[in-house]
């Protein structure tokens, strides 16, 4: 049996934008969509998404789950991928000052500004339910 890769990643590639854009991500894919959409005012929050089994098992699923629960929520939901629209992810990671690369990961925007952020090292290896309480105390002190 002989499998395309290319075949296969774009497939998980396109499952993983699509579970993106279902819990309520608007995609970002240049640098242009990136500086308009973290210049609105209020607070964004801005899902770093990858191919990786802790973005698929952990962040997305904790995404929609915080973007659609609790009281407090962000006024824009945004994700750019890693790895796939690399000069829009770069753009994006111009704004979280202070954090190396990572991905999965959240930032928290509030008017543009970096007010909060969720590491790869702090979504790996947790449960879903772990990530969503994180964001949702940002989203307390910050939405």
Do not use: W
């Not at 915080?66 to 111009?94: C, I, M, N, W, Y």
């Amino acid at each position: 049996m002989n499998m395309n890769f290319n075949f296969f990643m774009n497939d998980v590639v396109v499952t993983a934008r699509n579970e993106a854009k279902e819990a309520g991500f608007q995609e970002l894919t240049n640098p242009e969509e990136v500086d308009t959409a973290f210049a609105k005012e209020g607070t964004t929050l801005v899902l770093v998404n990858s191919v990786c089994g802790c973005a698929g098992g952990i962040a997305r699923p904790a995404a929609g789950y915080a973007l659609h629960k609790g009281e407090q929520k962000p006024d824009h939901a945004v994700t750019v991928f890693a790895g796939q629209d690399k000069e829009a992810t770069e753009k994006a990671r111009s704004y979280f000052t202070g954090y190396p690369p990572s991905s999965p990961s959240f930032a928290l925007l509030k008017d543009g500004k970096l007010v909060s952020m969720v590491e790869r090292y702090e979504i790996e290896g947790s449960e879903p339910i772990e990530v969503v309480k994180k964001l949702q105390e940002a989203f307390e002190k910050h939405c």
